[in-house]
């Protein structure tokens, strides 16, 4: 089963870049049956989808956030990042990673980071 865990700093400073990273167990992250995906939820509001890396790099985007999100990867370290730039408090949010099982659709969660952007 695949194992998911969150890490990075839980307040970012307006105007700066939010980064985080997702540590993956249990599946690769260069397989194909699998899509690793941000996902965040401000407070009181749902799920956000922004962006995906797929097995062999390749990155898809939320087009509301395109163009200040990023996600790579570290296949070494078996881990995915986000970078997030020039952030507002609107991005406060808690943060998920998420891997999908693309033919069964199954998700496994990460248990989320509370990220606070406040000077």
């Known amino acids: 089963q695949v194992q998911l865990q969150e890490s990075g700093p839980g307040l970012v400073k307006p105007s700066q870049t939010l980064s985080l990273t997702c540590t993956v167990s249990?599946?690769?992250?260069?397989?194909?049956?699998?899509?690793w995906s941000w996902i965040r939820q401000p407070p009181g509001k749902g799920l956000e989808w922004m962006g995906v890396?797929?097995?062999?790099?390749?990155?898809y985007y939320s087009p509301s956030l395109k163009s200040r999100t990023s996600i790579s990867r570290d296949t070494s370290k078996k881990q995915f990042s986000l970078q997030l730039s020039s952030v507002t408090p609107e991005d406060t949010a808690v943060y998920y990673c998420?891997?999908?099982?693309?033919?069964?659709?199954?998700?496994?969660w990460g248990q989320g980071t509370q990220v606070t952007v406040s000077s």
């Open positions: 890396i797929a097995f062999d790099g390749s990155t």
């Open positions: 249990g599946g690769s992250i260069t397989s194909s049956i699998y899509a």
């Open positions: 998420n891997a999908r099982r693309i033919l069964t659709t199954t998700d496994y």
